[in-house]
């Protein structure tokens, strides 16, 4: 690893642990400025005075709110966001349960949108106002403006109607109910138990899930990277390939693609997180019982400790995702390495 890449490396680590620290700081903050008592809710409305501020003391919400925020901080940092004001066990372990299951649908939508999106892309821009491009843009200007949760209905009411054999709800069939994982990836679990059958039946239940998720970060990426590789095209030195014989096709996949790679993978960075967002809408439709339904159904009951973990793990995983994402394209692009050690 070179000094340069090292400084890189460096400064992405503790930009990104600052990123933490405010969200920290701002899920704490509307936690504590939300109207209503944890502890009240925690008990209910026939608990009494006495049982609330015991509680109270418990949960240490009256002590002043910068040792309120050090005993979260250093809490989160162990994984213990306390217990959940609704069932009374442990938020991390309620949410560690549920989290592979949206973990499993947020990186197979990746998987669509970097597969699909990419090279519907590079070939609208391959053959630009012709009527691959018209129709790819048609495409992905649907794939866009369609919200994810009446496609996840269309598809389900489509599956039911035509393929009456494929699952449209929850993660597995009725006869592998009993599955356990070292993972909860069902998928990874199938493989690395040797269950390949088990690996198949959750990838047909994930099918139509993560494509529901993902079409709008489809038709999101197809347009940036038809408008970066038609940007690109017009460079000189992309003119002087061409002028020297060089076939279009080693121009578009060797040199283009590379290049006009950088913004499509920076916004798959940021769908990262909105994927983890708009989960709940497609996890309730498809009965999946994930981590994001669960941060929902936590914001409408009013469970503080779970929605400030579920909004905080949410962040740790934007961080992470965009992390990789500039050690990647600092791989590709050796300009932005150069920018940033200076």
């Known amino acids: 690893m070179t000094s340069g890449f090292a400084e890189f490396l460096l400064r992405r680590i503790v930009g990104f642990a600052g990123v933490l620290l405010v969200l920290a700081l701002m899920i704490f903050v509307l936690a504590r400025v939300v109207p209503g008592d944890p502890a009240r809710i925690a008990l209910g409305p026939t608990a009494s005075e006495a049982q609330v501020a015991e509680l109270r003391v418990e949960m240490g919400l009256d002590d002043p709110l910068p040792v309120q925020f050090w005993h979260f901080l250093t809490g989160a940092v162990q994984g213990d966001f306390g217990n959940s004001l609704i069932s009374g066990k442990p938020v991390a372990q309620e949410l560690a349960a549920l ?112 494509l529901a998720l993902s079409l709008s970060g489809i038709g999101q990426i197809m347009r940036i990277t038809r408008s970066a590789m038609i940007e690109h095209q017009r460079r000189d030195h992309v003119q002087t390939l061409r002028s020297f014989g060089v076939p279009g096709r080693v121009v578009t996949f060797r040199y283009l693609l ?23 809408v497609v996890e309730m439709v ?31 995983f934007f961080v992470i995702a965009n992390l990789l994402i500039d050690l990647v394209i600092g791989l590709i692009d050796p300009r932005l390495r150069l920018k940033e050690s200076r």
């Open 99 to 210: 989290l592979p299951a949206t973990l499993e649908l947020v990186l197979l939508s990746l998987v669509f949108m970097l597969l699909l999106g990419l090279p519907l892309g590079v070939l609208a821009a391959r053959y630009r106002n012709g009527w691959p491009d018209t129709i790819l843009r048609l495409v992905s200007l649907v794939g866009v403006t369609m919200p994810s949760f009446l496609v996840a209905i269309l598809f389900q009411l489509g599956a039911a109607f035509y393929l009456t054999d494929w699952p449209i709800l929850g993660r597995l069939s009725q006869e592998y109910s009993g599955f356990q994982g070292p993972t909860g990836l069902l998928v990874l679990d199938g493989v690395l138990t040797g269950q390949l059958q088990v690996s198949l039946d959750a990838l047909r239940h994930l099918l139509f899930p993560a």
């Open 258 to 280: 590379k290049l006009s790679a950088i913004a499509p993978l920076t916004i798959m960075g940021l769908e990262f997180a909105s994927l983890i967002g708009n989960a709940f």
């Open 286 to 316: 498809f009965s999946w019982g994930g981590f994001a339904s669960a941060g929902l159904e936590a914001i409408l009951q009013k469970d503080l400790n779970t929605v400030m973990a579920v909004v905080l793990v949410s962040g740790c």
